[in-house]
C-alpha cells in the first residue's frame, strides 16, 4: 500500500510540474506575439528595435526576478536550500519560472508605449528595476498576501481583493508604468504639424495580427493555468477567457468601423480584463467584461491620439492594459458576484481598492524610476537619432537591409 501510495504522489507531483511547465512555455510564447504586435504597428525604420527590446527584456526581467523580486514577492530563496532543486520534481523551480513569464510581461507592455524614441540601454535598467522591485510588491501583496494587506481588505469590505490572473497585478500595474514612461518621453518629432494629429499607419498589418493571435492563443495558458496544479483546473476559466475574446472583438470592430488596427487589438483588451475574474463569473457576464473592455480601448486610443499631445502611447498600451486591467479588476467585483450568476466570494469595494492600490503603486513607482533614470542619463534618443530611426541609431541595421 506504502508503494502505491508512493507512486500515486510521484504521479500527482510529476503532472502537476509537468502542468505549470506547459503553462510557463504558452507565457512565453507570448513574448513573440508582443513582439510582433510592436513590429506590425511601428514604423519600418524602428521594427527591428522592436524585437530586440522584447528579447533583451525578457533576458534581463529572468535574472532579476530570480535573484532579487521572486523573493520580494513570496520570500523565496533559491540558494536557501538544495531541496527545492528537485523536491516534488522541480515543481517550485518550474514555478518560478511560469511566474517570471508573467513578470516580463511588465517590460513587454511598457515596450509598446515608448517605441519609436527611447533610448536602449537606459529603458532596459529602468525595466530591470521595475520587475525586481516595483512589480513583485504589489504581486506580494496580491498573491502571496504580505504585510496583511490581503487581510485588511477582508476585514473591511468582505473579501480580499481577487485578480485570478493579473488583470490588474500584471496587465493594470503594466499599463500604470508604461503611463509613467510615456508622459515623461513626450511626443514622436513630427506626430503634430501645424496643430494637427499627423497618425503614422501600422507598417505592417500581418505582422500585427500574426502578434495579436499569438497573444491570444497563449492567453489560454496565461489563465488557466494560473490554477498552478491540474486540481484546480476550471473549464470555466477557458470558456470565460474565450467569450470575453469573442466580446473584445465585436465591440472593437462596431466601434472602430472594421479598422484592422481595433479589431486585433478588441480581443486583447477582452483578454486583459477577464484575467481577474475568470474563474468566477457565469460566460454571459464574461461577454460583456470583454465587450466593455473592447469598446473602452477603441474609445479611449482614438481620444488620447486626438487629444493629449503629451501622451504618445504608440500601442495604445496604456487603455489597452492599463485602464482595460482596472476594469477587469473592478468587473470581478461585479460580475462575479451571485446575483449576476457568478460564484461569490468578491465584494466590489475590495476590488475597487485593491484596483487602485495597485494603479497608485504602479504610477508612483513609475514616475520614480523613470524620472530617476531620466535625469541620470535621459530616457530619449537625439532629435537626429529619431528621425534616422531606433534601427539604424542603436542596432545599425535596417529591417529591410540595404537598398
Not at 523573493?71 to 523565496?76: C, F, L, S, V
Amino acid at each position: 500500500m506504502d508503494h502505491i501510495n508512493s507512486a500515486v504522489e510521484t504521479l500527482v507531483s510529476s503532472s502537476n510540474t509537468l502542468f505549470i511547465l506547459l503553462g510557463a512555455i504558452m507565457v512565453f510564447a507570448m513574448h513573440a506575439g508582443f513582439a510582433f504586435l510592436e513590429v506590425g504597428t511601428v514604423r519600418h525604420k524602428n521594427q527591428v528595435n522592436a524585437l530586440v527590446k522584447i528579447m533583451t527584456d525578457f533576458a534581463i526581467s529572468a535574472l532579476v526576478y530570480f535573484f532579487v523580486g521572486y523573493q520580494i514577492a513570496y520570500g523565496i530563496n533559491f540558494f536557501d536550500s538544495a531541496a527545492v532543486l528537485s523536491e516534488n520534481n522541480g515543481y517550485a523551480l518550474v514555478k518560478f519560472f511560469f511566474l517570471m513569464t508573467f513578470a516580463a510581461a511588465i517590460p513587454a507592455i511598457i515596450s509598446g508605449g515608448v517605441a519609436e524614441r527611447a533610448k536602449f540601454y537606459p529603458m532596459l535598467v529602468s525595466a530591470a528595476v521595475i520587475v525586481g522591485l516595483v512589480y513583485p510588491f504589489f504581486e506580494g501583496l496580491i498573491w502571496n498576501s504580505n504585510y496583511g494587506y490581503q487581510a485588511w481588505l477582508e476585514a473591511q469590505f468582505g473579501a480580499p481583493f481577487h485578480d485570478f490572473a493579473g488583470s490588474v497585478v500584471v496587465h493594470g500595474v503594466g499599463g500604470w508604468v508604461a503611463l509613467a514612461a510615456i508622459m515623461l518621453l513626450g511626443t514622436r518629432n513630427g506626430r503634430f504639424r501645424n496643430g494637427r494629429l499627423v497618425a503614422f499607419a501600422p507598417s505592417n498589418i500581418p505582422f500585427l495580427a500574426l502578434g495579436a493571435w499569438i497573444l491570444c492563443i497563449g492567453w489560454f495558458g496565461f489563465n488557466v493555468m494560473s490554477a498552478q496544479t491540474l486540481d484546480g483546473v476550471s473549464g470555466l476559466v477557458a470558456v470565460n477567457s474565450l467569450m470575453a475574446m469573442v466580446g473584445g472583438v465585436l465591440t472593437a470592430m462596431l466601434i472602430g468601423k472594421n479598422d484592422p488596427g481595433f479589431i486585433h487589438n478588441g480581443p486583447l483588451a477582452g483578454l486583459v480584463a477577464i484575467c481577474a475574474g475568470s474563474d468566477l463569473m457565469h460566460p454571459i457576464g464574461a461577454l460583456m467584461t470583454g465587450g466593455i473592455a473592447g469598446a473602452l480601448f477603441t474609445v479611449l486610443f482614438t481620444w488620447i491620439q486626438q487629444n493629449l499631445r503629451n501622451v504618445d502611447d504608440v500601442l495604445g498600451v496604456w487603455p489597452l492594459h492599463g485602464i482595460c486591467g482596472a476594469w477587469g479588476g473592478i468587473a470581478a467585483g461585479i460580475f462575479g458576484q451571485s446575483y449576476a450568476g457568478g460564484l461569490g466570494g468578491v465584494t466590489f469595494m475590495a476590488q475597487l481598492v485593491g484596483t487602485l492600490s495597485g494603479l497608485a503603486i504602479a504610477l508612483i513607482g513609475g514616475f520614480a524610476v523613470y524620472g530617476i533614470t531620466k535625469a541620470l542619463s535621459g530616457l530619449r534618443l537625439s532629435e537626429e537619432q529619431e528621425f534616422d530611426g531606433a534601427d539604424l541609431s542603436i542596432h545599425q541595421i535596417s529591417s529591410i537591409g540595404k537598398e
